[in-house]
C-alpha cells in the first residue's frame, strides 16, 4: 500500500495569501494519479483536482495542482474565506489500491 | 444533477449487522463508466475506502474488510446498498457514499478511481 503523508498538519494563512500544501507518497504515483479534496464540517469531501492537476468541474482556477512521481502539490493562489477547510490528497495509481492522505488543515 | 443520499440507522447494538442504503437520484447505476463506492471517515482519522460495486455488477472491497463486507444494488437500479456484519465500536463512522472515476489510461489495480460525487454522510455509531 502507498503511505501518502500530508504536510504540514496546519497551515495558518490570512486572506488573499497563497496556501501550498503538500502530499508526499511513500512509493512513486503511476501516471500522476492523484487527487485533491475539500472537506469543511459537517460536510463531505468535494473534488477538487484529479489527475494531479485537472480541476473538477465548477471549481475556481484559484486552485491547481502538480507534482508527479512521489511530491504532489496543492496550491490555492488567493485564499478565500470559503477556502479554510481541511484538504485530503488521494492516490488511485498503486496496484495495492486507492489510498488517503491524513490531511492539512487551513486556517485563519 | 446527479445526487447522492445515504440513509439507515444510526445507532446499531455490537455483533449487529450495520446496513446502509444510497438512493441515487439522475442517474443509473448501470451507466458506464461509474463506480458506487462506500467510504467511511472514523472519529479524528481521515478517510478510509470500504468497497465498490460497478456499473457492470462488479463487485471490489478493501482486503481489511473482506470478510464483513457486501455492497449490492436494488432492483430499481437507483439505490445501493451496504451490509458490515459482527458491527463493533471500531465501525462507529461517518459512512459516504461516493461515485468513483476511472481514469482513461492504463489502471494497475482494480480500484484506480477518483470520486467526483459524494453523498452528505451519515454517521452510524455502534453502541450497545
Known amino acids: 500500500e502507498i503511505v501518502l503523508t500530508q504536510s504540514p498538519g496546519t497551515l495558518s494563512l490570512s486572506l488573499g495569501e497563497r496556501a501550498t500544501l503538500s502530499c508526499r507518497a511513500s512509493?512513486?504515483?503511476?501516471?500522476?494519479?492523484v487527487a485533491w479534496y475539500q472537506q469543511k464540517p459537517g460536510q463531505a469531501p468535494r473534488l477538487l483536482i484529479y489527475?494531479?492537476?485537472s480541476r473538477a468541474a465548477d471549481i475556481p482556477d484559484t486552485f491547481s495542482g502538480s507534482g508527479s512521481g512521489t511530491d504532489f502539490t496543492l496550491t490555492i493562489s488567493r485564499l478565500e474565506p470559503e477556502d479554510f477547510a481541511v484538504y485530503y490528497c488521494q492516490q488511485y495509481g498503486s496496484s495495492h489500491g486507492l489510498s488517503f492522505g491524513g490531511g492539512t488543515k487551513v486556517e485563519i | 444533477q446527479v445526487q447522492l443520499q445515504e440513509s439507515g440507522p444510526g445507532l446499531v447494538k455490537p455483533s449487529e449487522n450495520l446496513s446502509l442504503t444510497c438512493s441515487v437520484s439522475?442517474?443509473?447505476?448501470?451507466?458506464?463508466?461509474?463506480?458506487w463506492t462506500w467510504i467511511r471517515q472514523r472519529p479524528g482519522t481521515g478517510l478510509e475506502w470500504i468497497g465498490y460495486i460497478s456499473y457492470s455488477g462488479n463487485t471490489h472491497y478493501n482486503p481489511s474488510l473482506e470478510s464483513r463486507v457486501s455492497i449490492s444494488v436494488g432492483t430499481s437500479k437507483t439505490q445501493f446498498s451496504l451490509n458490515v456484519t459482527s458491527a463493533t465500536a471500531a465501525d462507529t463512522a461517518i459512512y459516504y457514499c461516493a461515485r468513483g472515476r476511472e481514469p482513461l489510461g492504463f489502471c494497475s489495480s482494480a480500484n484506480c478511481h477518483w470520486f467526483d460525487l459524494w453523498g452528505q454522510g451519515t454517521q452510524v455509531t455502534v453502541s450497545s
Open positions: 512509493q512513486s504515483v503511476s501516471a500522476r494519479y
Open positions: 439522475g442517474a443509473s447505476l448501470n451507466s458506464p463508466y461509474f463506480y
Open positions: 489527475g494531479a492537476s
